[in-house]
């Protein structure tokens, strides 16, 4: 089963992994205090489909494209797994036991995420 997510362009320091995946819509949103982004403009928002064979792949080059000087995720899942993308550090959460959430939550805050926005497990 494919996974589906969203990917920030503004997020990538190298836009190449954006070429290797299926793009399905993509919306740009201003940048507003609460999003606390200043550096940017604006957000560019790509919904993303990843086949599941290459699902690791992309989730390691993520990883190693996201800008080095401002904390960045990237996220994608289908029905048995999330994937949750920062800089240097994946988490693969099975869904079937969504306590692993805390995990990637944690780290994401450590890194200076907004908390609101590492609320992984609020999606279910």
């Given at each position: 089963?494919?996974?589906?997510?969203?990917?920030?362009?503004?997020?990538?320091?190298?836009?190449?992994?954006?070429?290797?995946?299926?793009?399905?819509s993509?919306?740009?949103?201003?940048?507003?205090?609460?999003?606390?982004?200043?550096?940017?403009?604006?957000?560019t928002?790509?919904?993303?489909?990843?086949?599941e064979?290459?699902?690791?792949?992309?989730?390691?080059?993520?990883?190693?494209?996201?800008?080095?000087?401002?904390?960045?995720?990237?996220?994608?899942?289908?029905?048995?797994?999330?994937?949750?993308?920062?800089?240097?550090?994946?988490?693969?959460?099975?869904l079937?036991?969504?306590?692993?959430?805390?995990?990637?939550?944690?780290?994401?805050?450590?890194?200076?995420?907004?908390?609101?926005?590492?609320?992984?497990?609020?999606?279910?």
């Amino acid at each position: 089963m494919n996974y589906t997510g969203v990917i920030i362009e503004e997020s990538l320091d190298n836009l190449d992994v954006l070429k290797e995946l299926t793009i399905l819509s993509t919306e740009v949103e201003p940048v507003t205090e609460r999003k606390r982004t200043p550096w940017v403009k604006q957000w560019t928002l790509h919904t993303v489909e990843i086949p599941e064979g290459k699902a690791d792949q992309v989730a390691n080059k993520i990883s190693q494209d996201l800008d080095k000087v401002h904390s960045w995720y990237a996220d994608y899942k289908n029905d048995e797994y999330h994937y949750i993308i920062y800089r240097g550090r994946i988490f693969k959460v099975d869904l079937s036991n969504p306590v692993l959430y805390r995990d990637a939550r944690e780290y994401g805050i450590s890194v200076g995420i907004p908390e609101y926005q590492v609320d992984f497990d609020q999606e279910w």
